[in-house]
Nanobody
Framework: VQLQASGGGLVQAGGSLRLACVVS????????AGWFRQAPGKEREFVSS????????QYLDSVKGRFTISRDNAKNMVYLQMNSLKPEDTAVYYC???????????????????WGQGTLVTVSS
């Protein structure tokens, strides 16, 4: 299972970016997916996750109403639409996936077995 994230870049505060994660080597429909981020000097934090059908979504409180996670199982893709970006959203963003057999949708990151390489999002003020 391989994940590759893309779509990061430099954007002004208030702007938007759409991150994409392509999954290869398996059918993404069998996996939950999540986005995590790590800012310079800080620990990795959960941003958002989505269950296998796309009907259940979770968000970090600070991104609720601004970020939207989605998935296209037919295309083996997971997306994170980020609107109204703030400088504090600056980080490397990682996509992750896991079979999650118990349906826990863990937010710690430890519940995800597969990770992409990360894409840098920089929001200028």
């Amino acid at each position: 299972v391989q994940l590759q994230a893309s779509g990061g870049g430099l954007v002004q505060a208030g702007g938007s970016l759409r991150l994409a994660c392509v999954v290869s080597g398996t059918a993404i429909s069998r996996y939950i997916a999540g986005w995590f981020r790590q800012a310079p000097g800080k620990e990795r934090e959960f941003v958002s996750s989505i269950n296998k059908t796309g009907l259940r979504k979770q968000y970090l409180d600070s991104v609720k109403g601004r970020f939207t996670i989605s998935r296209d199982n037919a295309k083996n893709m997971v997306y994170l639409q980020m609107n109204s970006l703030k400088p504090e959203d600056t980080a490397v963003y990682y996509c992750a996936a896991d079979l999650d057999p118990r349906g826990v949708m863990d937010k710690s990151g430890e519940g995800y077995a597969y990770w992409g390489q990360g894409t840098l999002v920089t929001v200028s003020s």
